[in-house]
């Protein structure tokens, strides 16, 4: 009775499980499972998840073909008998796995994801420098204007409404200094390098299309560089909590074709001109 | 808070003393932390006295302008991109309302108020002070209240607002109004003057509120003008408050039934 | 639930004691546990401190003087606990001494304390000295702990059972020597 | 090892033990203050299903929320204050207390073949140390400013602006709410420290003759290591909070750098790092996910020994597994990082060394199926539990790729795809392997078996509803929908959020499908079928005494005189030798 019991559990159990693999893989397919990519690096981080979608989707496949077929066989009826393996199949099926892990997973980090990782943290002679700001709970990004020079930023000079990033009136490099609230605009197809800088907390600069991701530190300044491959307005949500109004600290990327992007940047006037 | 932080500390060095108890036998250490009591703002709430009855027949009032000289400071204007909705009201920007003043120097949202000479305590008004929250601005922009006075905050937007005083005498409040007809009462209980509130979630928007422990302050309208009725006859010191060009102080005496004239004008600072 | 249970506590009366020499080494595993565990705590302040050290505020105060007479005393602390541990007839008097030294360097810390802030230093003035506060206190902790032990294991000097009284004791003293040399040298 | 001088004992100890001279201790003494190994390991048990309510309650409440915003009551502080609670009571007083405090304490005695934990006071003292954390945690939820509400990370500079003092305010819940959890904290920190000492005390030294470390069952191995891990890795907390508490209370600068402007107000902070907080944070955090998985791991290998009547497949390389999976464990801590603003070149180091701990993963997932191989599988509610297991370390494991590799993690980094990955890892796996060991050990605890129709109902709710819930989160990843959000509005969001009802819906099957098992848990308690000494017919030393278990657990300690799985093919099918079987 507990055989007959036994199989019925074999069976549901190694069909549910076949079914959730179906279905997970099969969601790659039915679902539209990634946003589109617009920025050069994030093709490239694109191509490093399928890389690891084919060898996790491996392992999860054949992990689960192998769990639900030992349920069958070996569950119910006791056809079985235990007999120990060999030494030697046992080595095999322990640096069998070893190998194969550390050189599918290693292959994956050393062949695709460095060189992409590099392309995010390289600065290059002629891009162009955007300085973000994060506070709770708005993104404020800022040119250098005509001079071509930044500002300091002030802590002592903060105003939230008429000085959001405590620019001083006297110093000759801030008097141009561009700021927009809420958006950062960028040319097509230009580098931009960013600096990234907190107020208060802890905030990420969160670009899902662009793929890139980069936390605000207060205290510290980081960079990310992204190339925009397409024009397109892309939404910055935060990704590092920073307190209740973190869901709504939004903003945009609007990436212009080059001409819109100097008519645009022509029309501005700097915060203390 | 001043027991919880040396509470605090406590099991903490109480892990270390655990951590060292090595044959045997522990040892309680105590903990101490030490901190300044009391926070800024000295002596809060309702005043003491005796409760004031205004004589009508005697009453007079202060009634007055409030001008601006010199070259008004440029309007900033900033961006609502980040939010559709405030956005869509201000699709070229919202300007800051930091000072508003007329073709004649007429200098809006001062508020005034008696600063020194009355004493007692005054019936509270019933009705609450409305703050609305609405295209993405509060409205208005400064007003004054009485303190233990309710104070109706409003969202008629359909965005989030967030509504976040930062006061020094009064007990701070940080909340959100998630959508549209949504009202929170809240109650300042002492004089402080002025309150600012913010919206965390729209870096432009602000409002300043005057908590007062009498009902004699009033804000200037467009044409810079106020007035404070129904003042008992004495001698007072009024206060002219501006969110960017600072304070006045004036002193002067309201003679039985008299209207006294008060004007103050503020300076390129 | 308490039915089913009953049995567990049926013949409760006496705990089950172990056998000495089991008990002696579960001691011994607690024991070395413990200074792995305090080791690690340092580690991780140490490492911390190396880390804000590279703010650009950092400025090393100097440290009063007394400190180092300070390690002088518990180094002089770990020599006695030493000479009790090897045993015989002084051995009481030797762990007596030992517990004296002990506090007279906690003494000697709070002493060092306020000296310090008799100069206007406190735990705010600069990172330098908020490690100097809260590493000794911390530190003062662990000492405490160590004079509460050797205190209980008074009664029982001389039957050259403080091996691990001394193990405690001479991590104290090392991580005390540590806490020195980083506050002063790095 | 001094093992027979505790045999000794043991025989001195316990001859007058008898019903007639037995001396019916107190109640009190009995089952409240009692310094039982089994009776603490019930009471750790009944104290995580208390706050597994609170915790899951939390959850489906946020749930409701997330999958038709607006229907849940609830305001953004108070969701982040939520979210923050749910993290924080699930790991550490719901999982670490029923995996790691209960069944460690209930199993590792019996297993080793001791009398009880090396120091039945100090194992005492901890359980009574979690029930003022507990009441401290879920109380916060009522101060000025409600419970805290900056992550179950609790970075700075969020949870350091506190508001006293000088220090500005952050948010809401950075008041009040932040110090009592970091005070709860402190108290659990020295409870699990305590514990963890007595687990290794018991296991280095309270052996039973003859039980040389390569004859211990797995689930001891893991929780020796797992113990290890966690008194190697607790002080790095134990440190950042003491940092902590003196910036919030006191004014230091350690994590609270210069030139910060909170709310508008300047602080008067110098110069501190608020990455050295994370990698203190996560120099204890990381290991403490291994500290919750091994031991699943390790039940789970017992459990499917005793269950599919064969010895897991490859003992030695599994431990060996484990022991790189807690050394590399130690180093790699920086790959929760990648984004944080730390190094670069430190992000290529992390994601390298990260991804060397994936073999002895491979390992212990090889020999958890090979152990399947050539079995002779009885389907109990345990045994399906533990099948559910491999199943989840699995899929939770290779989610792991993905997030090691920096330059993935660009993608992925707080994303839903972490929430589902970690939630697998150690929501999952983990309650896979406390359920599997409670419906394993629950005939030696009360005397009775769980009903295994209820049984079934929730293995089957729960594994479903599970799998379903977290794999779907992994695909709201993939669609780049972030964690700790009140409300979504952007574009690219749009197709992951279509699936939110559904994530729901599962969480409430999940849920759901407790309901059974603490019906099936009590109920049996009273009314489950009686069971003999060995049900099971396993062969750890667990079930060569009585049951109900006496105290001091044996009459006679056994002597252990070969491996601890003795099962083999019989001449009449099943045949299995008791670890302390005569030669």
């Known amino acids: 009775m507990r055989s007959q019991r036994g199989a019925v559990s074999a069976w549901l159990l190694s069909s549910l499980l076949i079914l959730a693999t179906i279905l997970t893989v099969g969601a790659f397919f039915v679902l539209k499972w990634r946003p589109e990519v617009a920025s050069e690096h994030g093709r490239g981080v694109d191509r490093m998840i399928t890389y690891i979608i084919f060898a996790a989707g491996f392992i999860f496949v054949v992990g689960h073909l192998v769990l639900s077929t030992f349920l069958v066989k070996f569950g119910g009826k006791g056809t079985a008998a235990y007999k120990p393996m060999t030494h030697k199949t046992e080595m095999l099926f322990t640096i069998g796995p070893v190998v194969f892990m550390v050189a599918v997973s290693e292959l994956g980090v050393l062949a695709i994801g460095g060189p992409v990782w590099n392309q995010v943290y390289t600065h290059k002679p002629d891009d162009l420098v955007v300085d973000i700001t994060a506070k709770q709970y708005e993104w404020i990004s800022r040119y250098p204007g005509k001079d071509g020079k930044f500002g300091r930023k002030r802590p002592d000079l903060f105003d939230d409404q008429e000085n959001p990033l405590g620019l001083d009136r006297k110093d000759p490099d801030a008097k141009d200094d561009i700021v927009v609230r809420g958006a950062v605009y960028l040319p097509v197809g230009k580098g931009a390098w960013f600096n990234i800088q907190s107020w208060d907390v802890l905030h990420s600069f969160n670009v899902p299309v662009l793929r890139a991701k980069q936390d605000a530190v207060p205290g510290l300044t980081t960079h990310t560089r992204i190339v925009p491959t397409a024009v397109g307005r892309y939404e910055i949500s935060c990704a590092e909590i920073c307190g209740p109004g973190h869901y709504r600290m939004r903003g945009f990327v609007n990436v212009k074709s080059e001409a819109d992007f100097a008519k645009w940047l022509k029309s501005q006037v700097g915060w203390f001109e | 808070m001043i027991r919880v932080s040396a509470l605090s500390t406590a099991p903490l060095l109480l892990v270390l003393a655990l951590l060292g108890s090595g044959c045997g036998g522990s040892d309680g250490a105590s903990g101490g932390g030490n901190k300044p009591a009391g926070g800024p703002g000295g002596d809060a709430g309702q005043p003491t006295g005796p409760d004031m009855k205004i004589d009508a027949g005697t009453a007079g009032s202060i009634s007055g302008a409030v001008k601006f000289e010199g070259t008004p400071p440029t309007e900033r204007v900033n961006s609502a991109e980040a939010d559709a909705y405030c956005h869509g009201k201000h699709p070229d920007g919202i300007k800051s309302e930091s000072s508003v003043i007329g073709a004649g120097g007429e200098l809006a949202n001062v508020f005034v108020w008696i600063k020194k000479g009355i004493t007692g305590k005054f019936p509270l008004p019933s009705e609450p002070v409305t703050l609305r929250q609405t295209g993405c601005r509060y409205e208005p922009h400064v007003l004054g209240l009485r303190n233990g006075q309710e104070l109706l905050i409003r969202n008629e937007d359909e965005t989030m607002h967030n509504v976040h005083s930062l006061p020094k005498a009064n007990e701070e409040f940080n909340f959100a109004q998630t959508k549209k007809g949504d009202e929170a009462k809240k109650k300042l209980s002492a004089q402080e003057v002025m309150v600012k509130f913010k919206c965390d979630a729209h870096g432009w928007m602000s409002a300043w509120v005057g908590v007062v422990n009498h009902p004699y302050f009033a804000v200037t309208g467009a044409d810079g003008k106020f007035e404070l009725k129904n003042v008992p006859p004495g001698e007072y010191e009024v206060e002219a408050w501006h969110e960017k060009f600072g304070k006045q102080q004036q002193a002067l005496k309201v003679e039985t039934k008299g209207d006294a004239k008060l004007s103050f004008t503020f300076k390129e600072n | 639930m308490l039915m089913r249970i009953e049995a567990w506590g049926r013949e409760e009366r006496e705990p089950v004691e172990l056998p000495e020499s089991v008990r002696a080494e579960t001691w011994q595993t607690l024991t070395y546990l413990m200074i792995a565990g305090g080791i690690m705590l340092f580690t991780t302040f140490s490492a911390s401190y190396l880390v804000r050290r590279q703010s650009a505020d950092w400025a090393p105060a100097r440290l009063p003087d007394l400190v180092w007479v300070n390690l002088a005393v518990v180094g002089a602390a770990s020599v006695t606990m030493e000479l009790a541990r090897r045993g015989g007839a002084s051995a009481r008097r030797w762990l007596g001494s030992t517990i004296a030294l002990g506090v007279l360097f906690v003494a000697g810390q709070a002493i060092a304390w306020r000296q310090l802030a008799a100069q206007g230093v406190f735990l705010t003035s600069s990172p330098h000295a908020s490690f100097f506060y809260m590493l000794t206190a911390v530190h003062a902790a662990h000492v405490a702990a160590g004079l509460a032990v050797l205190l209980a294991a008074l009664r029982r000097a001389g039957n050259g059972q403080l091996g691990l009284c001394a193990a405690w004791w001479h991590f104290v003293g090392a991580a005390w020597a540590w806490v020195v040399m980083l506050l002063t040298f790095f | ?583």
């Open chain 4, 1 to 583: 090892m001094a093992i027979a001088q505790a045999v000794e004992t043991g025989k001195a100890g316990h001859q007058a033990h008898g019903r007639d001279h037995g001396h019916p201790a107190g109640f009190i003494r009995k089952y409240i203050f009692s310094t039982d190994h089994k009776v603490i390991g019930v009471q750790y048990l009944l104290m995580a299903m208390l706050m597994s309510v609170v915790g899951l309650g939390l959850s489906l409440w946020f749930r409701v929320q997330l999958a038709w915003p607006g229907k849940a009551a609830m305001t953004p502080e108070q969701y982040v204050a939520i979210v923050t609670m749910h993290g924080t009571i699930m790991i550490f007083f719901v999982v670490s207390l029923a995996l790691s405090s209960g069944l460690g304490n209930f199993s590792i005695p019996l297993q080793v073949g001791a009398r009880d934990m090396a120091y039945p006071f100090l194992n005492m003292l901890s359980f009574w140390i979690i029930v003022p954390a507990s009441a401290i945690m879920i109380l916060s939820f009522f101060v000025e400013g409600g419970a805290a509400a900056g992550g179950w990370t609790a970075y700075p500079p969020l949870s350091a602006l506190s508001g006293f003092g000088k220090v500005p305010r952050g948010s809401p819940g950075s008041g009040m709410g932040q110090t009592l959890w970091l005070l709860a904290m402190a108290l659990f920190i020295v409870s699990f420290t305590m514990g963890g000492l007595n687990y290794v005390a018991t296991i280095l030294n309270l052996r039973a003759r003859g039980m040389s470390l390569m004859r211990m069952p797995l689930t001891v191995w893991t929780y020796f290591v797992a113990a290890l891990l966690g008194l190697l890795s607790f002080p790095a907390l134990t440190a950042a909070a003491i940092m902590l508490l003196l910036d919030r209370h006191l004014g230091t600068s350690f994590f609270l750098p210069s030139g910060l402007v909170v709310s508008g107000q300047q602080a008067a902070n110098v110069g501190g790092t608020p990455l050295l907080f994370q990698h203190l944070f996560w120099f204890l955090g990381h290991p403490e996910v291994y500290v919750l998985v091994l031991p699943a791991i390790g039940i789970a290998f017992d459990v499917i020994a005793a269950f599919s009547r064969r010895p897991p497949h490859g003992y030695k390389t599994s431990v060996w597994a484990l022991l790189i999976i807690a050394f590399l464990g130690m180093i790699v801590w920086g790959h929760h990082m990648f984004t944080s603003g730390m190094n670069p070149f430190l992000g290529k180091y992390f994601s390298i060394a990260t991804l060397l701990i994936t073999a002895p993963f491979a390992v212990l997932g090889v020999n958890l199926l090979a152990s399947l191989w050539r079995a002779r599988i009885r389907f109990t509610t345990s045994m399906l539990f533990a099948l559910g297991l491999i199943s989840a370390v699995g899929t939770g494991g290779i989610g792991g790729l993905f997030l090691a590799t920096a330059t993935a993690d660009l993608h992925f980094h707080d994303t839903y795809f972490v929430v589902g990955h970690f939630h697998l890892m150690i929501g999952v796996v983990t309650m896979t392997g406390t359920f599997a060991g409670i419906y394993y050990w629950f005939p030696k605890m009360f005397g009775r078996h769980m009903n295994e129709t209820l049984g079934k109902l929730h293995f089957w709710g729960t594994f479903i509803g599970a799998f379903a819930l977290f794999v779907i989160q992994h695909f709201q990843g993939f669609g780049g929908m972030t964690r700790r959000y009140f409300e979504y509005s952007a574009d690219y969001v749009q197709p992951a959020l279509a699936l939110n009802p559904a994530v729901t819906w599962f969480a409430f099957l999940a849920v759901g499908a407790q309901i059974p098992f603490f019906f099936n848990f009590f109920w049996s308690m009273f009314k489950g079928k009686k069971a003999e000494a060995n049900p099971w017919e396993a062969t750890t030393l667990e079930w060569t005494t009585a049951t109900p278990v006496p105290h001091g657990n044996w009459e006679r300690l056994p002597v252990v005189s070969g491996k601890p799985y003795g099962y083999a093919e019989g001449a009449n099918g099943d045949a299995h030798r008791m670890q302390n079987a005569e030669a």
